[in-house]
């Protein structure tokens, strides 16, 4: 029956009616699974040595030990936004004689084969191999602690499962516990309450005892059987037929009013954000990535590098105008059609988006002055890097956006979700991000830093000026492409 299941997932995969039109996508996440793959291969292969040169004094395995519950935390935080649940068309089946048991098992064991699972082992492998043979560790020693190793990234493949069932529908249930773990590693950093350590000396416990392996693959036989629970319970054909008993959510936005013509269109643009998950959720992603700086401001690293620092300034105050803006008006495509239809100006429309995404830009900008403390010249430059998006990456998005004709389910999670992603996507970050980079460093470097920021504000300024005939240029582009991007809505299954 497995078999049969594998061949159906195989027919699937080719037939699909997208299979053509996403081919140059999965072709590219081919190329970067090629490319992550090397660099953890390299990265096990060096692991020993570099840890060796890092550490003289200290035992490598030990090291590996105290950074492995860092390691997971961060694998088991980029699963939950990157992966996707395994799934298949499990209604045709129902009405089979199948167990469901049979299908439920084979869509648990599927996910075994992730390229996430996969990714572990050219880290855990490598490196084990070098202990037992270069450095003579006991091999059964060390057999246990990669067994052991690779059956906590496996739990973690199937924690990943209850987690995105429980929090994925409301993510600010999420708060508490990204409090209580932002909570353990200020205690561990302050090394008040030092998690970590004890973490690992849970691994040191197992490469001592060999055979307490074993009770991680318990654990991942539990969360299993916990999954199989769930995803049982849940294998009926009536139990999608009941619909969720909500609260009526009717915020008006009276206060929109107030900006005249363009009040009608603000106001729904703010309910399809208030209202609907994916768009809700660019709100979220927004806020948590204002923290973006404190990877590279306080960075050695980066301080004689200023022009990466633009992007960075571009990135934190313009997120949710990548975010959102990339998709205008993909957002609106359920309805899209009936806005062509009516006498309404399409300059108003496109003004109503722009002056949406501007506003998120001045917020955000606001929000990223506590960047002041590394100095004021990352507050001048996150200041520069707001207006330069104002005035000439907001519309060129909006322009970006006349090409796009695939539909967006807005209840869908965003997290490795490319509905509505096409050409048009990847190729406007090039001019959105590349673009100021290279003005800013040509300038800097044959004039000056404060010259560099100048020109990039004049641009912003400049482009605010223009408005109102970029406006009118929009307008007309839209028009135009109004008949395709309809047509294009219409396909909801590309």
């Known amino acids: 029956m497995f078999k049969k299941f594998v061949w159906l997932e195989w027919k699937s995969f080719f037939r699909s009616a997208s299979f053509g039109k996403s081919l140059g996508l999965k072709i590219l996440m081919a190329f970067l699974a090629l490319y992550f793959s090397a660099m953890f291969l390299t990265l096990g292969i060096a692991l020993f040595p570099l840890l060796k040169e890092l550490y003289p004094e200290a035992d490598p395995l030990k090291v590996v030990n105290g950074f492995a519950l860092t390691y997971f935390s961060f694998e088991l935080l980029f699963r939950f936004l990157l992966q996707t649940l395994p799934v298949m068309d499990i209604k045709p089946l129902m009405i089979l004689p199948i167990k469901k048991s049979k299908v439920v098992n084979f869509i648990l064991l599927k996910s075994l084969y992730s390229f996430y699972n996969f990714l572990p082992l050219l880290l855990i492998i490598p490196f084990g191999l070098f202990c037992i043979i270069k450095e003579a560790y006991p091999t059964t020693n060390m057999a246990g602690w990669m067994v052991a190793m690779f059956a906590t990234t496996l739990c973690i493949n199937y924690l990943n499962f209850i987690i995105k069932k429980r929090f994925t529908e409301n993510l600010k249930a999420l708060i508490p516990v990204i409090i209580l773990g932002l909570a353990l590693a200020l205690l561990d950093y302050l090394e008040i309450f030092q998690v970590g350590l004890y973490f690992g000396r849970l691994y040191d416990y197992v490469y001592l005892n060999p055979y307490l392996a074993f009770v991680p693959v318990i654990i991942l036989v539990a969360l299993y059987l916990w999954n199989l629970q769930n995803l049982s319970g849940k294998f009926y054909l009536d139990a999608g037929l009941k619909g969720k008993t909500t609260k009526t959510n009717t915020k008006e936005f009276g206060w929109t009013r107030k900006f005249g013509s363009i009040a009608p269109f603000l106001q729904q643009d703010l309910k399809l954000i208030w209202r609907n998950k994916r768009p809700k959720t660019t709100i979220y992603l927004s806020l948590i990535l204002l923290s973006y700086g404190l990877i590279f401001y306080p960075n050695e690293t980066y301080q004689g590098m200023p022009s990466f620092f633009v992007f960075v300034g571009i990135f934190m105050t313009g997120i949710f ?28 429309y496109l003004a109503s988006k722009m002056a949406l995404i501007t506003f998120s830009v001045v917020v955000l900008g606001v929000l990223t002055t506590p960047y002041v403390y590394f100095g004021w010249n990352i507050l001048l430059l996150n200041i520069t890097c707001a207006i330069y998006n104002i005035g000439v990456n907001i519309p060129l998005l909006i322009f970006a956006g006349s090409f796009n004709k695939k539909a967006i389910d807005l209840d869908k999670s965003p997290f490795m979700n490319y509905q509505g992603t096409g050409a048009t996507q990847w190729l406007v970050s090039l001019p959105l991000l590349i673009f100021p980079i290279l003005i800013f460093w040509f300038i800097n470097k044959f004039v000056n830093y404060e010259a560099a920021i100048g020109v990039l504000c004049a641009l912003g300024i400049i482009g605010l000026i223009l408005k109102p005939a970029i406006l009118t240029f929009l307008a007309q582009r839209y028009r135009q492409r109004k008949y395709v991007t309809i047509q294009g809505f219409k396909q909801k299954g590309d």
């Open 321 to 348: 105008m990548i975010n959102f803006g990339q998709f205008v008006p993909s957002w609106d495509a359920s309805y899209y059609p009936m806005i062509m239809a009516q006498n309404i100006p399409m300059k108003q």
